[in-house]
């Protein structure tokens, strides 16, 4: 039944993460390549994100590290001719330029068929006036909005509406620029701010307190519908789906209300004419059937990715087949293998789904969430009662919570307030107010939260409460205690409840919870997701555990033969897709050597989580207790712990203590890594470098130590991974403040204060070992001085500009430390170099952020190597080397600032970024055009405002600023810039800083009026007016979408390469070519 | 903690699950069933097709809106399927004691306790499901602590239509055509699904000859059982095959009018209880999802030569539906009425009226 013209076809991938656009996109495209293998059709990829699974060997056929934007995929058209274009795979990003490709004729010009749901339909989704216009042509009440292309329209048209009113930008992702505005001085602020991205503004009225479902719908092009799956969301309308805890399927719908809905979304589905897959987002009135149609998204979504793991139907490669021109009757249901896929799955479980935050890392956010999404990302809880997986789901987002009670939280002040206006802790709010006493009547008056959740929360609080009674273990009933564990209480949970404020030594008391709990037999059971509620019978190896239930799915042969593989939690800054595809390659290679693949993991927004890639999915918590749970099941030969980033990489010591074989380096050596004690000392064994640091714990010593070593100096807690409450502190002040606050952020825990090294290289090593030998390795280089965290740093490799001598001190110097840790496994060590001086900074005995783009540049799969390694395989050393490279590979940032109200963009120890991604070029400015355009850089076509911070900064940059200058670009400075430019004989336009607001031009109206197209603004020094200076421009530059650059290293070299680089010059070459 | 009797779920096989009692307090028996819906719990405890049965429902949690109603619209229930509760008992995994909904004007436990129906939670309803499914559906017993031992019960061993059935002829709607319905156990929304569409409606008993009275269709609905109970159905058919008005039916009135067709009916090894089945309409490409509960199923093989499938099942390629060849009758195995479930099949309503 398919359309057997299409033997190539081009897939659009969505770019670097980003706020609102994340790993989901790896899994959606990667489903939809396979499909398209299944075909035999040719595929060619565009993605520059080269840390995910989709850009990986055996995915496409030929991929492309290119930004995703009409000129380069034009090129590539031009150059690779496919038949047909895949838009529906790539979020917003690939929709977008699928859009401007078709309009500008681009498509129909090289004959490429758009498969799929075509482009008119995606305008007619998108355009909100041509979306509600289509859904009033069959009665489908939307909410009604003004299209509104000013300010002053959109207030004659907030005032005709009545506030509360909704903004929205058309044409944006995940809710950018849109919010809530009571009255009209919020409605001017943001409706200049949605200006600014896009051209068309909606003012429309608020349904606050609405409920908010939503429905998957699939059709293929015989006008056959179904729907997937539907999901209700925790938090009412006005909180975004992706910033709300959602449940599937809905729970406090009636029959009558979920087919209501369900029928409404397929005759939306038919009309606006989608073939593929498509969501529908409705406000639903609590009182009535009442509804509005709040979106439609013509393509798979975070939601269509989380509406899959939640059913096991895999939207998106049954979307990509419905492209082709299939039937859902032609196709067959991927679990059962038999049934068909039409049908709409059943589900005997229930899911919810978190979404993670990481506002903590940001000056200056708000953190009040509202209808723009700010999280970063998500995690699925699974079991059979809400209690359970909404406990579940709270351990999973990974912020210290042990559930939804037990937790260590200090009392929100102003509880009221922090139920109305919700925050990414609201829910620890409604725990609070539960045990103040609080009704549920009333909880539910405030949040306006349907009643069904909060009357579940009360019973976990009950439970707490009852646990409370008791001081003994042993005295708890039975029944008790099988409640806590059915309402998803962890061990820990429970000893917290039992012991309060005596619980002196967690380890130990959770593991007497866990005794004492195996001894009644209260254990959890193994349950698979068979998409039929067990109506039919169906080989799955898709499972959750749940305590709700008495029999395994699963029986269990205990051969020894898996080898199970932890993954890496919910996305977050620091950890993501990343560590997804060392998962992913992990578990391809342990398959490949014949065991049988086990993966734990609870991102629905990753490959790893798609039960095809392993022999079992666990998709469940990654807790000591639960991974204990799993191992007490699955007896595997053994674990790997060093793919997954530092989530399974903590779990070593304690897995260790319980006899569990864990491949690899051995939990000791890992410590010996962690334990910065240890691992200073052990540098100093062997006469290795490293700055000078002390753990210190009173203020008088952190005093006298800098005494000794001068500011600035970086302090930190141990154990993190991204830096979490990491800081450079310059003076006294500074350093007076930071304390403060880290204080009380880890009372027990002593600070680090360590030498700061200014105008240091940071180098990354990254490595293989087996037996404490190196086996494999790559050396690279960051663009930036240290100071800038290495996720957040633009890295080149092979390196640049290193000298040969710190190039073999770094060799020396690794292969000392992998004999010393004895190393069997993936490692990676961070080095800072000035002038030949070789300090090492940290070292991690597991996979690296970077390892997906080294292995991709050199072409050695580095996770492949330590999968054998780790498997106790011969290894052999690779031949080539990165000296054997004619070709430069750039790994640059995303950040998603412009989501983050009020965010200072500018970086420094604590990483920022949400994503990244890596480029190859003939040379390293070719690759870096690519990859900064890669992350939304436009190149700027006429002129910059500059304020390049310290003198030595200044000079840094002068190079730059003559190269501008000679190509005619106009210079706008401010003061000591204009002055420095004008010396040096360099034209530039004076302009003001905001704290001179009587002086005329002022750089803030500049950017207002889009006079500049790019930013550079070094901050200088971290005096209070200086700071807020430069955070005015900064947070405009990013508010008003224009390029910015607050580094001069990353600026000088981007000005070099784009001056000194047409963009028409650049090569369009696939991976495979270089 | 939540007080509660114990209450024991036991198989004629000698399986049993404990539970916990939520519902009214005493024993019961019947044979057990289960569904994999994960709403619609109301409709489907009055559902005549359940008579006699326990029903487990997948979906593990259960009562969330509560109970709509008890009322009245057009001479029929407005939001269940018949006048009362005909599941002999509802075994779940998780029971929400508080419900919210604006409908709502009670708990289910409280609907159950009225209607003297037992109610279990805190059952492994996947192992259990599992079970039925390997070894079709089988008697059960639910035993509460503190109540009485009871026998297990066969209904299949009743006539099950006979007891469900309507006693007098009842009219329903208004409208220039008239449509016979035979009540094997109706639904109401097939009543309302039909007066509706703006006819008459004469709902008889299910043995009635209403060859004697004057129509413009023939519609058999849905219904309980063993289709082999009902042959004085069958034998009533046959008459109105031979008077040639329009014939419809649904579920179980697809099988009676197979029969009287002359095809043979048979036990399928998993039956079809779920509001997500696929059909497709034979000789095209159009598919439906639809709701069914049943566990029998007409043999294709035996239509005679002026019959054919009307509709097969996506998954298992059995009969969802039959039709005459040059005649006006047809039926569908499945529920176009849904009630509970999708309601994408309701059409077939509109075919047979235009048939009229």
Same mark, same amino acid.
């Given at each position: ?407 260590? =939280?200090?009392? !929100?002040? &102003?509880? +009221?307030? *922090? /139920?109305?206006?919700?925050? #990414?802790? $609201? ?72 012991? =309060?404020?005596? !619980?002196? &030594?967690? +380890?130990? *008391? /959770?593991?007497?919870?866990? #005794?004492? $709990? ?557 | ?356």
């Amino acid at each position: 039944m398919r359309n057997e013209n299409i033997k190539k076809v081009l897939l659009l991938g969505s770019g670097a993460l980003k706020i609102g656009e994340a790993g989901e996109f790896d899994y959606s495209g990667s489903q939809a390549l396979k499909a398209m293998k299944e075909e035999g059709i040719t595929t060619v990829l565009i993605n520059p994100n080269i840390a995910t699974v989709q850009t990986s060997d055996g995915f496409a056929d030929k991929i492309y590290f290119l930004p995703v934007t009409p000129y380069f995929v034009e090129k590539v058209i031009r150059k690779e001719k496919p038949d047909g274009i895949l838009l529906a795979f790539g979020g917003q990003t690939a929709l977008n330029c699928g859009v401007e490709l078709y309009r500008s004729g681009i498509l129909e010009k090289y004959g490429v068929e758009v498969l799929g749901t075509p482009v008119q339909a995606i305008m007619d989704t998108e355009d909100r006036e041509l979306f509600v216009k289509k859904l009033d042509e069959i009665e489908v009440k939307t909410i009604k909005s003004e299209a509104v292309n000013s300010i002053h329209d959109a207030r004659v048209a907030a005032e005709a509406l009545g506030y509360p009113v909704i903004v929205r930008a058309a044409y944006a992702l995940g809710g950018l620029g849109s919010g809530f505005c009571d009255n009209e001085e919020e409605l001017v602020a943001l409706v200049e701010k949605a200006l600014a991205f896009s051209p068309q503004v909606l003012v429309e009225k608020s349904l606050k307190g609405w409920k908010e479902v939503e429905y998957e719908v699939v059709r293929d092009r015989f006008d056959n519908c179904i729907t997937v799956c539907n999901m209700e969301n925790f938090d009412p309308l006005g909180i975004h789906t992706g910033e709300s805890i959602v449940v599937a399927p809905s729970q406090t719908l009636s029959n009558e209300d979920y087919h209501w809905l369900r029928k409404l979304a397929i005759k939306i589905i038919r009309h606006i004419g989608i073939v593929g897959e498509c969501n529908v987002q409705y406000a639903f009135d609590p009182t009535s059937m009442d509804y509005r149609v709040i979106e439609v998204n013509a393509r798979l979504s975070r939601s269509s990715a989380l509406a899959s793991k939640a059913t096991g139907y895999p939207l998106a490669f049954v979307a990509a087949k419905l492209g082709l021109g299939y039937g859902l009757f032609d196709l067959k249901n991927s679990v059962t293998k038999e049934t068909s896929a039409f049908f709409e799955p059943a589900l005997d479980y229930i899911v919810c789904k978190i979404p993670r935050w990481d506002l903590g890392k940001f000056h200056g956010v708000r953190r009040e969430i509202g209808s723009s999404m700010k999280s970063v990302g998500e995690v699925m809880a699974i079991g059979r009662t809400f209690e359970e997986v909404i406990q579940k789901g709270l351990r999973m987002i990974g912020q210290g919570m042990h559930g939804f009670v037990g937790n260590n =939280q200090r009392d !929100l002040p &102003e509880l +009221e307030h *922090a /139920l109305k206006e919700p925050t #990414d802790k $609201r829910i620890f709010a409604i725990a609070q107010a539960l045990f103040k006493g609080y009704t549920v009547d009333r909880i539910h008056e405030l949040t306006k939260i349907d009643k069904w959740f909060l009357y579940k929360l009360q019973n976990i609080i009950n439970t707490a409460s009852e646990l409370r009674e008791f001081n003994d273990l042993e005295a708890i009933p039975e029944a008790l205690l099988r409640q806590a564990k059915e309402q998803g209480f962890s061990d820990f949970q429970i000893a917290r409840e039992i012991y =309060q404020e005596n !619980l002196t &030594e967690p +380890e130990k *008391a /959770l593991l007497q919870v866990r #005794d004492r $709990r195996k001894q009644l037999g209260i254990l959890p059971v193994v349950k698979q997701i068979d998409t039929l509620a067990a109506e039919y019978p169906a080989q799955t190896n898709y499972l959750y555990l749940t305590y709700n239930g008495r029999e395994n799915d699963v029986q269990y042969l205990h051969d020894h033969r898996s080898i199970v593989v932890l993954g890496s939690g919910a996305y977050r800054i620091g950890s993501s897709v990343e560590f997804d595809w060392c998962s992913v390659n992990a578990l391809l290679t342990v398959k490949k050597e014949g065991w049988r693949s086990v993966m734990i993991n609870y991102n629905p927004e990753t490959v790893s989580t798609d039960y095809d890639i392993c022999d079992r999915l666990y998709f469940d918590e990654l807790t000591f207790e639960r991974v204990m749970d799993i191992l007490d099941l699955e007896q595997p030969h053994g674990t790997i712990l060093s793919v997954g980033g530092q989530i399974p990489n903590n779990l070593a010591t304690r897995l260790d203590a319980q006899n569990i074989n864990i491949l690899g380096t051995t939990a000791r050596s890992i410590d010996n890594a962690e334990d910065r004690n240890k691992f200073s000392a052990m540098l100093d064994r062997l006469g290795i470098d490293q700055p000078r640091w002390r753990e210190l714990t009173s203020m008088d010593d952190i005093n006298e130590f800098i005494d000794e070593v001068g500011f600035p100096v970086l302090v930190r807690p141990s154990y993190v991974l991204s830096g979490a409450a990491m800081n450079v502190c310059h003076n006294q002040e500074q350093l007076t403040r930071f304390l403060r606050l880290a204080a009380n952020v880890s009372k027990q825990h002593p600070v680090v204060v360590s030498q700061f090294i200014s105008s240091a290289k940071e180098i990354e090593m990254d490595a293989v070992a087996q037996n404490g030998e190196i086996v494999a390795y790559a050396i690279s280089e960051h663009i930036e001085y240290a100071g800038v965290h290495s996720g957040d740093a633009t890295i080149q490799f092979p390196p640049q500009k290193l000298y040969v001598e710190t190039m073999r001190r770094i060799r020396k110097i690794s292969r000392q430390i992998a004999k010393a840790l004895e190393i069997s496994g993936p490692f990676n060590i961070q080095f800072l170099a000035k002038n030949n001086d070789i300090k090492v900074i940290e070292c991690n005995l597991r996979a690296s952020r970077s390892f997906p783009f080294v292995s991709k540049v050199l072409k050695i799969n580095f996770i492949d190597l330590a999968t054998r390694v780790m498997l106790g395989l011969p290894v052999e050393k690779p031949s080539k080397n990165a000296f054997d490279l004619d070709y430069v590979g750039i790994k640059a940032s995303q950040f998603s600032f412009s989501r983050l109200q009020g965010a200072d963009p500018v970086l420094g120890v604590d990483m920022a970024s949400t994503g990244e991604v890596g480029c190859i070029g003939t040379d390293s400015a070719e690759a870096l055009i690519k990859a900064m355009v890669s992350v939304g850089n436009r190149i700027p076509a006429k002129a910059v405002l500059m304020s390049t911070g310290t003198a030595k900064q200044k000079a840094d940059l002068l190079d730059a600023a003559h190269e501008l200058a000679n190509r005619g670009y106009t210079i706008y400075a401010t003061g000591g810039t204009h002055a420095y430019l004008n010396d040096n004989g360099i034209p530039a336009i004076r302009v003001y800083w905001p704290s001179q607001p009587d002086m005329q031009p002022q750089a803030i109206e500049l950017l207002h009026d889009h006079k500049v197209d790019m930013v550079v603004n070094i901050p200088k020094n971290f005096s209070t007016t200086e700071l807020t200076n430069g955070y005015k421009i900064r947070r405009a530059a990013i508010d008003l979408n224009i390029p910015l650059m607050t580094n001069a290293r990353l600026a000088s070299a981007y000005i070099d390469a784009f001056t000194t680089h047409p963009l028409d010059e650049i090569e369009i070459k696939s991976w495979d070519e270089y | 903690m939540r007080q509660f009797k114990r209450a024991v779920l036991i198989l004629e096989d000698g399986t049993t699950f404990e539970g916990k009692s939520f519902g009214y307090e005493a024993s019961t028996s019947g044979e057990v069933v289960f569904n994999t819906a994960m709403t619609g719990y109301p409709e489907s405890l009055t559902d005549p097709s359940y008579e006699g049965q326990i029903l487990v429902t997948t979906y593990p949690i259960l009562g969330n809106y509560g109970v709509p109603p008890r009322r009245e619209r057009d001479d029929v229930s407005e939001y269940y399927e018949s006048d009362h509760i005909h599941c002999r008992a509802i075994v779940a995994q998780d029971y929400s004691y508080d419900h919210s909904h604006w409908q709502a004007d009670r708990s289910l436990a409280q609907w159950l306790k009225e209607e003297k129906i037992p109610g279990i939670y805190g059952i492994d309803t996947r192992q259990l499901t599992k079970h039925l499914r390997e070894h079709g559906s089988m008697l059960g017993k639910i035993v509460i602590d503190g109540c009485d031992d009871v026998d297990f019960y066969d209904p299949n061993r009743e006539n099950l239509v006979g007891k469900v059935s309507c006693r007098e002829v009842e009219y329903h709607g208004a409208g220039e055509k008239t449509v016979v319905l035979v009540d094997c156990g109706v639904k109401h929304n097939i009543i309302r699904c039909l007066t509706r569409r703006g006819v008459k409606v004469v709902r008889v008993p299910w043995n009635y000859d209403f060859t004697t009275i004057p129509y413009d269709g023939l519609f058999i609905s849905n219904g309980p059982g063993n289709p082999d109970m009902a042959e004085e159905t069958v034998g009533l058919i046959r008459k109105a095959m031979e008077i040639g008005k329009p014939i419809c039916g649904i579920c179980m009135g697809n099988q009676l009018l197979s029969k009287a067709a002359g095809a043979k009916i048979y036990k399928l090894k998993y039956g079809h209880r779920s509001h997500n089945q696929p059909v497709r309409r034979v000789g095209s490409n159009q598919c439906f999802i639809t709701s069914q509960n049943h566990g029998f199923a007409v043999d294709n093989e035996t239509l005679p030569a002026d019959w054919e499938p009307l509709f097969i099942n996506m998954n298992d390629g059995t009969n969802e539906g039959i039709r005459h060849k040059t005649k006006p009758f047809f039926s569908a195995q499945f529920h176009p009425e849904a009630s509970s479930g999708p309601k994408d099949t309701e059409f077939l309503f509109d075919e047979f009226i235009n048939l009229l």
